[in-house]
């Protein structure tokens, strides 16, 4: 089992920062990719960055590039989402996900989110 927690949600004004933490722990050794993932109101979730936990191969989706960074933290079992320039529309519920070499996102391991608000 791995049990990511997430924090640093919080409100912030458009083209302000956050930056989200999400460590881990339990059997760390076990995990392939860690993954950040958003669900706004009224929407479904979505992928916003992820990241291969040995080798450090990041993807974005488009509407994170740019703007956001992912990074990790392996001696810490940490992974972080640097949020730039932020928009009304990042306000949702982020998630973070650790998934191991055999499992897909939906069914890996969850974190219980942390809200980001953009006010205009």
């Known amino acids: 089992q791995v049990q990511p927690v997430e924090s640093g949600g919080g409100l912030v004004q458009a083209g302000g920062s956050l930056r989200l933490s999400c460590a881990v722990s339990g059997r760390t050794a076990s995990i392939y990719e860690m993954g950040w993932f958003r669900r706004a109101p009224g929407k479904e979730r979505e992928s916003v960055a992820t990241i291969t936990w040995s080798g450090g191969r990041s993807s974005y989706a488009d509407s994170a590039k740019g703007r956001f960074t992912i990074s990790r933290d392996n001696a810490k079992n940490t992974v972080h989402l640097q949020m730039n320039s932020l928009k009304p529309e990042d306000t949702a519920v982020y998630y973070c996900?650790?998934?191991?070499?055999?499992?897909?996102?939906?069914?890996?391991?969850w974190g219980q989110g942390t809200q980001v608000t953009v006010s205009s």
């Open positions: 996900a650790a998934r191991q070499a055999a499992q897909r996102f939906e069914s890996a391991f």
